[in-house]
Structures are given as structure tokens and as C-alpha cells.
């Protein structure tokens, strides 16, 4: 088998199973498990897939920058904002965190609603101006053009002001072996010190994010308070994080 022909192989059963065991994808070819790492390299290097600890899981395609991530499973992302706007209560004090998903709760908000939103988004923070009866504070920092939202020290310590009732938080892979998952170290690390501020975190998960995994690591699926998905109830991914005491708020 040619080199091109084993990786469209794997490209196949990656997709298939959402899964690579480098292992037994070896046995099952006949090659050495360094050539199928040596693959996985490669296609990981294009963004083909996410390796990860003996294998490899599919790569998010949430991983592009934010004008091209909202022509990604847009009415998915309204599903599940529209889920996490039921989340917000009158009078509390909610963090939202940038991001397509994050933008559409705004637009799934109650016009009327009297609540306090902190957010490190530009982008949501403009389009809360649409809700008059939301104070809106935001995070300082070094503009991540990328994402669209502040990151770095400043908006880490600004965050360390902040009490919340609730944490929205926006990732780009959810994974019951990888954890929730983004694709930029800062990003991650701001993700955190939000989480660390708010009575209970939900996680925003359209469709096209479970199962998939990006390089940096956010938050163990231990320590939020439940994800919020439209994916389908019987997703092998969703199965193993009811069986781990994950509460799965069903956005469909």
C-alpha cells in the first residue's frame, strides 16, 4: 500500500470511528506503529486530525478564525445558545465567553431581561447593546484577532475581580478522554480563569465539537457543571460522559 493510499485509509476509519489506536491500526495494515505515527504526523500537520496519547481523534473544524467560524453549523450554534439563554437568570451576574456560539445567545436573550454580563468579546459586548436592561463590563487585554475576544495577563487579572453566577463557556473539541479543548494556549488559560470565577460553568457545544479534540487543554470535564449539545442523544462521546456523571443538557 502506498504511503497517499494508508492515510486516506486512516482518513476513512478516523472518520468511521472517531477514533485512531495507532496500535491496532498497525496490526491491522501490517506496518509498523512508527510508520502510522509517522502519518498521523503528517496529517496532524495539515489539520487533518489531533494526536493524542497512542492515536489520534478528528480535529475541529471550530479551529478557524472567527469570521469563517460562523458559516460553521450555524443553526447548531443557535440550538445550543438558545439552550444556554434559559440558563440566565433576572438579576444575575453571567460571563460570557467570545466566540460564534457566545454571539448567538446574545441575539437569544429576552429583550427585557435585567441581568450583568462580563465578557472578554468586543463582538458580544457590542451586541448586547440590543438589551438595555444588561449592564455589560468587559475584560481588557490583548486583542486575539483570531477569536475576537482579549487574552493574556491583563485580562487574567481583570477576570480575578470578577463573581459570577454563571459561566458560559465556549469550546472548540469536547472529549471524554481529551477534555475540553481549544486551540490556543492563551485562549485556555483565560477559559480557566473565568471558569475559576463563577458558581457553575455549562459548556456551549454545537454539534460538530463532540468528539473532536484541539491542542490545548481548558478545563477536565470534572469541574463544569454540565454541556450543553444538540448532538445526537445516542453519541458514543455523550454516552461516556452520562456514564461519568457529566450532566448532558439536550439542546435539540
Given at each position: 500500500m502506498l504511503v497517499g493510499e494508508r492515510r486516506e485509509l486512516l482518513l476513512a476509519r478516523l472518520a468511521r470511528d472517531g477514533k485512531l489506536v495507532a496500535?491496532?491500526?498497525?496490526?491491522?495494515?501490517?506496518?509498523?506503529?512508527?510508520?502510522v505515527r509517522r502519518d498521523l504526523r503528517e496529517l496532524a500537520a495539515a489539520g487533518l486530525c489531533q494526536r493524542v496519547y497512542g492515536g489520534a481523534l478528528p480535529a475541529s473544524p471550530a479551529v478557524v478564525d472567527h469570521t469563517r467560524r460562523t458559516a460553521i453549523a450555524a443553526e447548531s450554534k443557535q440550538r445550543v445558545a438558545a439552550a444556554a439563554a434559559r440558563l440566565v437568570r433576572p438579576g444575575s451576574t453571567v460571563l460570557l465567553d467570545g466566540g460564534t456560539t457566545a454571539l448567538a445567545v446574545t441575539r437569544a436573550l429576552p429583550a427585557d431581561l435585567r441581568a450583568t454580563v462580563v465578557t472578554h468579546s468586543p463582538t458580544v459586548a457590542a451586541a448586547l447593546l440590543e438589551h438595555p436592561g444588561v449592564d455589560v463590563y468587559v475584560l481588557g487585554g490583548r486583542l486575539f484577532k483570531h477569536s475576537a475576544v482579549t487574552c493574556g495577563a491583563a485580562t487574567v487579572e481583570a477576570a480575578a475581580t470578577v463573581t459570577a453566577d454563571l459561566f458560559l463557556l465556549g469550546v472548540t473539541g469536547v472529549h471524554h478522554r481529551a477534555g475540553l479543548t481549544t486551540g490556543d494556549p492563551d485562549e485556555a488559560a483565560v477559559k480557566r480563569a473565568l471558569a475559576a470565577r463563577a458558581g457553575e460553568t455549562h459548556v456551549m457545544a454545537s454539534s460538530e465539537?463532540?468528539?473532536?479534540?484541539?491542542?490545548?487543554?481548558?478545563?477536565?470535564?470534572?469541574?463544569?457543571?454540565?454541556?450543553?449539545?444538540?448532538?445526537?442523544?445516542?453519541?458514543?462521546?455523550?454516552?461516556?460522559?452520562?456514564?461519568?456523571?457529566?450532566?448532558?443538557?439536550?439542546?435539540?
Open positions: 496500535k491496532d491500526v498497525a496490526a491491522d495494515l501490517g506496518v509498523t506503529e512508527d510508520s465539537k463532540v468528539g473532536a479534540a484541539s491542542p490545548f487543554a481548558v478545563l477536565p470535564l470534572a469541574a463544569v457543571s454540565g454541556v450543553i449539545t444538540d448532538a445526537p442523544h445516542d453519541h458514543p462521546v455523550l454516552e461516556h460522559l452520562r456514564a461519568a456523571g457529566v450532566p448532558v443538557l439536550d439542546a435539540t
